[in-house]
Nanobody, 116 residues
């Protein structure tokens, strides 16, 4: 059984920073998995924020390019999302995803609120 556990969410003022972490545990060859961060705001669909392949290639939603950075530490089975220059529109529940071929795992989500 595989678990993804997100942490690092919270409330921050506009312009602030947060670092999300997602730790994978269980029967998972973490280094083989593509990892992603998604978010879902109230009344909106879940959207991809950032992704990183097993080889380390990254991609970002246009709305976060230049502000967010995704990274992974395969030795720790952990993926990170560094979020800088946060805006109110970044407010959402952020979910971690691990994908390999037809296998797909999700975390439980962590709330990020950007408000003054």
């Amino acid at each position: 059984q595989v678990q993804l556990v997100e942490s690092g969410g919270g409330m921050v003022q506009p312009g602030g920073s947060l670092r999300l972490s997602c730790a994978a545990s269980g029967s998972i060859f973490f280094r083989l998995y593509a990892m992603g961060w998604y978010r879902q705001a109230p009344g909106k669909e879940r959207e991809l924020v950032a992704g990183i392949t097993s080889g380390g290639s990254t991609n970002y939603a246009d709305s976060v390019k230049g502000r967010f950075t995704i990274s992974r530490d395969n030795a720790k089975n952990t993926v990170y999302l560094q979020m800088n220059s946060l805006k109110p529109e970044d407010t959402a529940v952020y979910y971690c995803n691990a994908g390999y071929r037809v296998i797909d795992y999700w975390g439980q989500g962590t709330q990020v609120t950007v408000s003054s």
